[in-house]
């Protein structure tokens, strides 16, 4: 339920990052609401488009942010609420239990049910707001990623897409523990991915050398949902005119799903800046079939 109305000031932020100027968009309002889960009062932030009638039932994006961030970091980065307002979808930012998602898997798990708590969310905008069962999507960076890896998986009857952001589907606590994952889905799920090969907290390959703790690499998450998809395993791959970035579409998955991987050439742990409108483009072309 709706407690109360925040208001932000429109601040735009440029921060170069290995050479790339990214602009951060701080929307100009949002809604804060809450409601209990298992006991917690659970906080999320909502952003509501000015198209939206209480008639038409809308797209539904959960946008979840990552560790030590708040909802409202990832909203002013990823610059959905922007999207929101262009496109007419519901763009939402829940809280994470702590300061992280538990994703279910090595360093990233904790007691509190995070999957749950969204599956909770969903019901609840449901009964407050005309959404579009068919398309609920969920994106996220980081350890939000992970989430969304995780939720993807584990509400595959009722999400459609989603879009990790630099993130990964396994590891490990310690490099003597075996390595964990994410639940297989009961149903496809079209995924698109975005992961830099420069990233040093969750690195392309893999691999953390400094600390010897090790996640699954994006090839691996990648295989991961392209055989959970159905997909073809020989993948269209087109190169940018500069070689920056790396497209590989593997398609013909089980009811139309797809499985989209952008490789960032150099690219650091950050939201790119052209991801969004990316993510909006296949969320709106991969409704639930």
């Not at 995070?114 to 609840?124: A, F, K, P, R, W």
């Not at 009964?127 to 999507?137: F, H, L, M, T, V």
Request: proline share 6%.
């Amino acid at each position: 339920m709706i407690t109360k109305k925040v208001l932000f000031v429109f601040v735009m932020l440029v921060v170069v990052l290995s050479g790339v100027a990214i602009i951060k968009l701080w929307p100009q309002a949002a809604l804060k609401g809450t409601f209990q889960f298992e006991g917690i009062e659970r906080t999320y932030y909502i952003h509501i488009p000015p198209s939206y009638n209480g008639i038409t039932p809308v797209p539904l994006v959960i946008v979840l942010h990552g560790y030590t961030e708040t909802p409202l970091d990832i909203e002013g980065y990823s610059g959905f609420s922007t999207k929101s307002d262009k496109e007419g979808f519901i763009a939402v930012y829940p809280t994470s239990s702590t300061d992280r998602w538990n994703a279910g898997f090595g360093t990233w798990k904790s007691g509190f049910n995070d999957v749950g708590m969204i599956n909770e969310l969903i019901d609840t905008l449901e009964q407050e707001y005309e959404i579009d069962p068919k398309r609920i999507y969920i994106t996220g960076f980081s350890n939000g990623a992970m989430m969304a890896y995780s939720s993807g998986a584990e509400l595959s009857d009722r999400i459609a897409a989603i879009a990790p952001v630099a993130g990964t589907i396994g590891g490990q606590v310690d490099q003597n523990s075996p390595f964990e994952y994410i639940s297989e889905p009961s149903q496809p799920v079209s995924v698109i991915i975005f992961h830099g090969t420069a990233d040093a907290s969750i690195p392309y390959q893999g691999i953390i050398a400094s600390t010897n703790r090790y996640y699954v690499s994006v090839a691996d998450s990648v295989a991961f949902w392209v055989r959970c998809d159905g997909c073809s395993t020989n993948p269209l791959n087109e190169t940018s005119s500069d070689g920056s970035v790396i497209k590989s579409t593997y398609s013909n998955g089980t009811n139309g799903t797809e499985v989209v991987l952008y490789t960032l050439v150099g690219w650091s742990h950050a939201w790119p800046l052209t991801a969004t409108d990316l993510i909006w483009d296949f969320f709106e072309s991969h409704p639930k079939q």
